[in-house]
């Protein structure tokens, strides 16, 4: 529904402090453009508050009108549930900013905020929040499904680190969930989080962690994948926790063909890195061997480029009991049927530790069993190979699906509606979310996400 005349404005214009941009204004087209440009939609309205105040006006403004509000951060939701057709898009980017008191060790983090905000922050008190890999991620939509990062064998989950939120719920007040105040909301914002109200501040514990890191990929052509596995598989098993790995294969980019690699982040002594990755980096006649001495924020930039908005992109994921050998070279026959024009491939990051280590029933996150987070991505320029590229992605899902284990990352689930949310939360939790989302959003003011509605049981 589009918002009718300017005296509708008015209503959210007395009270609201912040930015308005609508259709005819000409930053319309800007402000309305998400991370993955699959997704084109036309909010009836954008608005950008500067606080609380704005984001209560805001919100009472689109129930008062009827609209359907999308919330966004860092617009990096990959099926874009940050931004609707003719509904309000509340756009946090005005609320930007992380506060650290290095005395207790926290951040407080507005609600808008990107990673770089509070990798920066932190680390200019030689402490860490573990966050993802890509600094123009938004903090909001990351934290509130769960947050896989580099530091996650070390330091676990972003929520693992979370020790508080203030949000506005749908019926408009300010209201804060921590393990003591609201702890089964919080319980449920550790996963589930995008369904129960507008988060304008996070709190978070930070860790001491000195600025400099092992980190670097090596690649071989693709023809020795299972040695390379082989090696990863080993670095899962014997390496220390603060050994981060991942695996993978993919085509694109470079004219070399397909490859195979091992990416890793060491982030105890030099000498340490050097002896744990000696077997690795023994494998002679790579392509390439990136490994070296790197400041920790200079890791998080490297892929910011890469991954730069603007292009199309389908991704899939599980999490998986182990990776066999079948399934290695089922993954090598997938990376050859890639569209032309597209790039895409395979990856497999390492599980387990202290993502394990917190109990799977303390937080509504679910698939802390898993042995590895596996995920299949392509990316392309060129609408005319949006269908081939859709398609590889599904193929992509389905080889890794007789390997999967109980639960699913929702941060990287593109399908929406349907029994969706019950197959990432699984049956339990998916019930004790329901509750949940009865008692804080009866009406599913919040439905732009992978939805718990609070009528389906
Ligand atoms: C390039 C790229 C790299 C990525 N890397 C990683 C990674 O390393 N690790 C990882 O775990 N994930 C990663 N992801 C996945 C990422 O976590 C999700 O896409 C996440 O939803 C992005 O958060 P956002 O704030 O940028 O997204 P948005 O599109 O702004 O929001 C995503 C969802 O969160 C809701 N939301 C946003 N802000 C708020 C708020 N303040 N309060 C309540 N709800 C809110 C939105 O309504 C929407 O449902 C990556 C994604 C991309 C595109």
Redo the contacts with the bound molecule.
């Keep these: 529904m589009a918002v009718r005349p300017s005296d509708d404005l008015g209503k959210l214009t007395d009270g609201f402090s912040g930015e308005i941009v609508r259709p005819d204004d000409p930053g319309y087209d800007a402000a309305r453009a998400?991370?993955?440009s699959m997704i084109d939609r036309r909010p009836a309205l954008i608005v950008r508050p500067t606080g609380n105040d704005d984001v209560v006006a805001a919100l009472r403004f689109a129930r008062e009108q009827e609209l359907i509000v999308?919330?966004?951060?860092?617009?990096?939701?990959?099926p874009g549930?940050?931004t609707c057709d003719d509904g309000i898009v509340i756009d946090?980017s005005r609320m930007r900013g992380a506060d650290v008191d290095p005395e207790r060790r926290t951040a407080s983090v507005r609600?808008?905020s990107l990673l770089a905000e509070l990798d920066d922050a932190a680390q200019a008190h030689g402490l860490v929040c573990p966050v993802?890999?890509?600094s123009h991620?938004?903090?909001?939509?990351?934290t509130?499904?769960?947050?896989?990062?580099r530091l996650q064998r070390q330091l676990g989950l972003t929520i693992d680190s979370l020790l508080a939120v203030e949000?506005v719920t749908a019926d408009g007040r300010v209201v804060r969930a921590s393990e003591d105040e609201n702890p089964e909301l919080f319980w449920g914002m550790r996963g589930a989080?995008?369904n129960f109200?507008?988060?304008?501040s996070f709190e978070f514990q930070l860790h001491p962690f000195e600025g400099l890191v092992t980190y670097g990929t090596v690649t071989h052509p693709i023809e020795r994948a299972q040695e390379l596995a082989e090696r990863f598989r080993e670095l899962v098993e014997d390496g220390p926790d603060e050994l981060w790995t991942s695996f993978g294969m993919a085509v694109g980019g470079a004219a070399r063909g397909p490859t195979a690699s091992v990416s890793v982040l060491h982030s105890g002594s030099s000498a340490d890195a050097e002896r744990d990755l000696a077997g690795l980096r023994a494998l002679e006649d790579p392509f390439e061997d990136s490994i070296e001495s790197k400041q920790y924020l200079a890791s998080q930039r490297l892929f910011d480029a890469p991954?730069e908005w603007g292009q199309r992109?389908s991704m899939k994921s599980s999490f998986i009991a182990s990776l066999p050998d079948a399934l290695v070279g089922d993954w090598a026959d997938q990376v050859s049927r890639v569209p032309n024009g597209a790039e895409g491939g395979f990856s497999v990051w390492a599980w387990g530790r202290a993502i394990a280590a917190v109990s799977e029933e303390d937080t509504a996150f679910t698939g802390r069993g898993a042995a590895f987070w596996a995920g299949a991505e392509i990316a392309w320029n060129d609408d005319a190979l949006d269908d081939a590229c859709r398609s590889w992605a599904r193929a992509a899902a389905d080889t890794a699906a007789p390997h999967a284990t109980v639960g699913r990352y929702v941060?990287?689930v593109t399908e929406v509606g349907g029994d969706v949310a019950r197959t990432i939360y699984g049956d339990a939790k998916y019930e004790r979310l329901v509750a949940l989302k009865r008692e804080w959003d009866p009406e599913n003011v919040f439905r732009?996400?992978q939805n718990i509605a609070p009528w389906r049981s």
């Design positions: 998400v991370w993955n999308a919330v966004r951060c860092g617009g990096h939701s990959i549930l940050s946090l609600g808008g993802g890999v890509v991620t938004g903090v909001a939509g990351l509130l499904g769960g947050g896989m990062g949000l989080g995008a109200g507008i988060v304008t991954m992109f941060n990287d732009l996400n």
